[in-house]
């Protein structure tokens, strides 16, 4: 990795220095004030209950789309932008494992986020990039390689 690419990890211990913005793509409907905690049901695996609440530095608008599919809601989902109420961690099932370092900026934290508003403004994928997430879901869990490090 060259100087100006060199990546460092985001721990427990050294997420304060990393600002934010924060964002949450769903398909729940959620209010001001309101907090997301681990310990309910994942938006990618029905029945599994998840033990992080994962968030990202990028408008989650992926994440809501492919939420609300796989919830089978009509319509693109909801973004929010939220703060996290304790230490986070990077995500990693997306940082090392499917691509260098942490490029979606996607994190984990066993703490509750704080939703701050709906982000009402953003950008919608194609439903052919829809898809190809489904699909590509729908493989993963036929070869149940579907799984989620949490």
């Known amino acids: ?20 913005p924060f964002y949450h793509g769903t398909a729940a409907v959620l209010q001001p004030g309101d907090l997301l905690r681990p310990g309910f049901e994942s938006n990618y695996q029905k029945g599994r209950i998840s ?17 609300a599919a796989l919830a089978g809601i009509e ?13 986070f961690e990077d995500d990693p099932n997306v940082t090392n494992k499917r691509f260098p ?3 979606t900026k996607s994190y984990r934290s ?3 986020l704080r939703i701050i508003r709906e982000v ?3 950008e919608e994928h194609s439903q052919d990039v829809i898809k190809r997430m489904l699909d590509g879901i729908a493989a993963l869990r036929a070869q149940g390689r579907d799984l989620i490090e949490d």
Do not use: K
Not at 1 to 20: L, Y
Not at 51 to 65: D, E, K, P
Not at 75 to 86: A, F
């Open 1 to 20: 990795m060259t100087e100006d690419t060199r990546w460092t990890p985001v721990t427990f211990e050294n997420c304060h220095a990393i600002a934010g």
């Open 51 to 67: 033990n992080h609440i994962y968030f990202t530095s990028v408008v989650a608008s992926l994440a809501a789309q492919v939420a």
């Open 75 to 87: 319509g693109r989902g909801h973004v929010y932008l939220v703060q996290p109420t304790g230490p």
């Open 101 to 103: 370092g942490n490029p």
């Open 110 to 112: 066993r703490h509750a």
């Open 120 to 122: 009402e403004e953003w």
